[in-house]
């Protein structure tokens, strides 16, 4: 339910806010006062388009805050806590528009998208006006009317769920159809890759030591030298290393007798030579291993070679090659109970098609049955609005692009997730004339009248907890006014309703009555609202009966107006 609206800088609203009550609103006023200008900041909440031609002259920006209340359950809460927003009885939606055309939007305080607020806004309110009758006028909509008023959402969100379940399967039949139209060209290109892989029998991290070996390889004669340079300077030539730490050795060993301090300076020397001769041995060893065998290189050469084609083919590292591998035996291994996938996929499809074939016949036939009481009942809301005699059937066809997939049709129907049927709401307003589709009916009175009729019709099941009339009085008057009137008020009894009239008859059925009219200050023209309630309702439902002239006798046939209803 709405509960305020807050709206400063908009067209040639300065700064207003509006409280608003369960039950049927009127907001009345002369032509031209901003009453359409309310609606538009309410549709601005929803989610329309913003323009930057909307904000007040002379202002950088404009702001519209509205606080709606919302029931525990419902889907607008449920949508809110699915985006990650507080779950709470109150929602407060605000916007922000900029003189660059861009605009803020915040849901509860927290910056959101305009995708969010249309996701959470949707059955938050329905504006309908003259040529605006959100949803009811759209074809695309009439199943769901339909659906709605015969009680049949959970049989199609049965369906729903089957049909979803059934896509898979058909992709995953498609999928097994095309493998086994290529298995055995596939299965030779599965084989003749695992036999490559295999016989190359890579080791870990092979490519790494083949590469260090290759340079090594390469560089032969470079490393024999300095190992050959190395094994003289420690040992073998004259002069060297080990020479040098047996003098001091000799000479420590001559001195221990004198100061036996030296000793451990001399087990020291003694070990070190030691190491000298174990390290001349490791050169010896590796001088002996560097004679290379003139076709080793190649062989090193050969296998690297090898080892990069098998990365470009199936990987960039030796890890990837094994987990190619892997994957290739084991669509090796699909591939030989190809004919056990297909027989149980097509085993799952038949049952699934089955039970979803069943919903969709079960489904159309209550929505058959649905639409001739559907149409009854039209006709009777249409006939207590002045509207006796007109001709309204629901028009129901098959889906009209036909599937070619078995498992996607029933006797030639085309299934979606929605049934196999579509509807339009027919209607002829006038003896003589066919039937037409309802959006093109001319009439702004006749089609105020419809939606009026159709929203009073799914007053118990239509989720929008807010509905406004905008111009519900276009073309009518008199005792249809008076009928209007009646039929808001037992709306109100479900929703909270806001209306926009000219028309006293309808007026005077509001439990809350608002006047908005313009006035002149500090040479700017801003719009204002007011309660009306006592006598200035009297005078307001005169107004809208006599103009600006009213009367004693004006003023009396508005009270007593307003102590008939």
């Known amino acids: ?56 002259s002379g202002c950088d920006m404009a702001e519209l805050e509205a606080s709606f209340e919302i029931a525990p359950g419902s889907r607008t ?5 699915e985006m990650g927003f507080d779950s709470t009885d109150e929602l407060i ?4 528009i900029l003189q660059n055309n861009r605009n803020k939007i915040y849901i509860n305080g927290r910056m959101a998208t305009i995708q969010m607020l249309t996701a959470i806004t949707e059955n938050l309110a329905s504006i309908s006006g003259q040529h605006a009758h959100q949803g009811l006028l759209k074809e695309d909509a009439h199943l769901d009317v339909l659906d709605e008023f015969g009680g049949l959402m959970d049989l199609r969100k ?14 995953r039949r498609k999928a097994l159809d095309l493998l086994q139209q290529k298995r055995f060209e596939h299965m030779d290109l599965l084989a003749f890759q695992e036999r490559e892989i295999l016989d190359a029998a890579l080791g870990p991290e092979e490519d790494i030591l083949l590469e260090q070996e290759g340079l090594r390889l390469k560089n032969s004669e470079v490393l024999y030298q300095a190992a050959y340079d190395c094994a003289g300077i420690l040992y073998e030539a004259q002069g060297s290393v080990y020479e ?32 000298v001769e174990d390290e001349t041995g490791e050169l010896r060893g590796y001088l002996k291993n560097l004679r290379v065998n003139p076709g080793q290189l190649e062989k090193v050469e050969d296998r690297l070679d090898l080892i990069r084609k098998l990365k470009r083919k199936y990987g960039g590292s030796i890890q990837a090659i094994h987990e190619k591998l892997e994957a290739i035996q084991r669509a090796l291994a699909a591939l030989e109970t190809l004919a056990d996938q297909m027989a149980q996929t097509e085993a799952e ?11 969709a016949m079960n489904l159309s036939l209550a929505r058959a049955k649905a639409s001739v009481a559907f149409s009854k009942k039209v006709k009777e809301e249409l006939a207590d609005l002045m509207m006796p005699g007109t001709r309204f059937f629901v028009r129901m066809s098959p889906i009209s692009h036909n599937s070619t997939n078995p498992y996607l049709s029933m006797e030639g129907k085309t299934i979606t997730e929605s049934g ?16 037409k589709p309802l959006a093109e009916i001319a009439s702004g009175g006749e089609l105020s009248r419809v939606v009026l009729a159709l929203k009073s019709i799914l007053a118990k099941t239509d989720s929008v907890e807010t509905l406004v009339f905008d111009e519900v009085d276009a073309g009518i008057g008199g005792e249809v006014a008076n009928v209007v009137g009646q039929k808001l008020m037992s709306l109100a009894g479900f929703h909270q309703v806001i209306c926009i009239t000219h028309l006293p008859q309808i007026a005077r059925f509001g439990e809350h009555h608002y006047r908005i009219s313009k006035q002149v200050k500090n040479q700017r023209t801003q719009t204002v609202m007011d309660a009306m309630n006592g006598h200035g309702r009297v005078e307001e439902i005169a107004r809208m009966i006599s103009g600006k002239d009213i009367t004693p006798r004006t003023l009396a046939h508005a009270e007593e107006m307003l102590n008939k209803k």
């Not at 908009?10 to 009127?26: C, E, R, S, V, Y």
């Not at 309310?38 to 929803?46: K, P």
């Not at 809460?77 to 806590?81: F, G, I, Q, S």
């Not at 730490?245 to 070190?272: C, F």
Request: a neutral charge; charged letters at 25%; glycine letters at 6%.
């Open 1 to 56: 339910m709405l509960c305020e609206l807050s709206i400063k800088n908009f067209a040639i609203i300065d700064d207003l806010q509006i409280h608003f009550l369960p039950g049927l609103t009127i907001l009345s006023g002369e032509t031209g006062a901003g009453k359409s200008i309310i609606i538009n900041a309410v549709n601005l909440l929803l989610g329309s388009r913003a323009s930057a031609s909307l904000i007040r």
């Open 77 to 81: 809460e449920n949508t809110m806590k």
């Open 93 to 96: 939606l605000q916007r922000q």
């Open 158 to 171: 049965g369906l729903a769920v089957k049909y979803r379940e059934l896509i898979p399967l058909i992709e």
């Open 244 to 275: 040098r730490l047996m003098e001091v050795k000799r000479t420590l060993e001559k001195n221990l007798k004198i100061d036996p301090l030296l000793e451990k300076i001399y087990e020291s020397i003694n070990h070190t030579i030691y190491q």
């Open 349 to 359: 499809l038949k049952t699934v098609y089955d039970e979803l074939a069943k919903l």
């Open 420 to 435: 196999m049927d579509q509807a339009v709401f027919m209607m002829a307003p006038n003896v003589g004339e066919v039937e």
